[in-house]
């Protein structure tokens, strides 16, 4: 066992400030929520070097907000729409079954990762889907396949897949986009990723598998990746290298400190109050300029291609932005809407859906773990909720 100096605090010192709104708390998260890009063998000093601050101090306040839940994980984050299957799933559930089918997404499908209940300030196309989840399954099986299980299982009416065809934005930084002003934007579109699966030799997935877990606090210290190394069965040097190897093939996201951006913390403190879904339907044709038009606006913490079909418009741009006020939400929308306008992109349709309550987990990949799930529930005749 290594020593640890962090994890020790004498009685005579003061409580160590864990509210992401504390100066110090905000510098660090500032950098650790979203601009640690690819892989990082040291992502700890990469964050004391960002922010101005001591490497011991970034690491006692990490742990803190860890261990208050004001952080709640720490981890390599994967893109994962390069490694599986995955998309945007809407789901039709009776009003009273809504709570349950969430909490069972939640709690018993692995490969359900964001879970959130959604709703329309009027009625509009699909308003009546108020169940939405991202999915993810194993690269050899199909996304409905899946569903048909889920909608069994939580008795749903129905459920619209819809996969991306383009990313723009991926990232969260709520910190430092809460001093973001309504039509902000970089210089130039944002560039579409594609979502094109990877192939992974069997180290490469060994590495990547030991690689992805939540971080304990432990682990959040110089050398945070030497006991994956270990379990991985690999020199730290050899992992490290894998690792940078699976960044160029561009399966490896950012390494962040994901806060509770949806519960208050224990005194109260929300990081965000409105989680909102924008929908937007541009000509066909225009959609990879749309998305990259859409992206380049920094208070994206997601943007998509994405085809939502009759049920929903036909919308084919969506995007997501929180924030603590719902009319200065609204204002980041509407500088979107102009923009998309004077660079002359035909809006011809456009929603918000928002988010009320909402459970966010990684989502599982593993065919192993999928095999096993499947055999679980497959004589279940369901409803199970």
């Not at 640890?4 to 929520?33: C, F, G, K, W």
């Not at 390599?76 to 799933?89: F, H, I, W, Y």
């Not at 723009?168 to 039509?183: I, N, T």
């Not at 379990?231 to 093939?249: N, W, Y």
Request: charged share 25%.
């Amino acid at each position: 066992m290594l020593s640890d100096p962090y994890l020790h605090m004498t009685a005579a010192q003061a409580p160590i400030p864990t509210e992401h709104t504390e100066e110090t708390n905000a510098r660090i998260l500032a950098v650790s929520e979203d601009c640690v890009k690819g892989f990082n063998q040291h992502p700890f000093q990469f964050i004391a070097e960002q922010s101005g601050l001591p490497f011991e101090t970034v690491v006692e306040r990490i742990r803190a907000m860890l261990a208050a839940g004001v952080i709640r994980r720490v981890r390599q984050t994967l893109l994962a729409n390069k490694l599986a299957e995955g998309a945007l799933v809407a789901w039709k559930v009776p009003t009273e079954k809504l709570e349950a089918a969430f909490e069972f997404l939640f709690k018993q499908d692995p490969f359900s990762g964001h879970v959130v209940l959604r709703s329309t300030d009027r009625e509009v196309s699909g308003s009546d889907f108020r169940l939405w989840t991202t999915l993810k399954v194993p690269q050899d099986r199909a996304i409905n396949e899946h569903c048909d299980v889920l909608k069994r299982l939580i008795g749903a009416e129905d459920y619209y897949t819809m996969q991306a065809h383009g990313i723009f934005a991926l990232g969260v930084g709520h910190v430092r986009r809460k001093s973001m002003e309504p039509g902000e934007k970089a210089d130039v579109p944002a560039v579409m990723m594609t979502t094109n699966i990877a192939d992974l030799d069997a180290e490469e997935w060994n590495v990547l598998l030991h690689l992805k877990g939540d971080l304990s606090a432990e682990e959040i210290c110089p050398e945070p990746w030497a006991g994956r190394a270990r379990d991985a069965g690999v020199s730290l040097e050899r992992f490290c290298e894998i690792a940078r190897q699976l960044d160029k093939k561009g399966v490896i996201g950012r390494f962040s400190t994901f806060l509770e951006h949806v519960k208050p913390s224990a005194t109260g403190v929300r990081v965000t109050r409105f989680n909102a879904l924008f929908h937007w339907k541009v000509p066909k044709g225009m959609e990879e300029r749309a998305g990259g038009e859409v992206g380049r606006h920094p208070i994206m913490t997601h943007a998509y291609w994405r085809e939502g079909g009759d049920r929903f418009a036909n919308v084919n741009i969506m995007g997501v932005i929180h924030g603590t006020d719902k009319d200065t939400v609204l204002a980041h929308k509407a500088a979107i809407d102009k923009h998309l306008a004077d660079v002359g992109i035909p809006l011809e349709y456009t929603n918000v859906f928002w988010g009320g309550r909402s459970e966010i987990k990684p989502s599982e990949i593993s065919p192993i773990v999928f095999k096993e799930w499947h055999a679980k529930w497959a004589n279940e005749a369901g409803p199970v909720i």
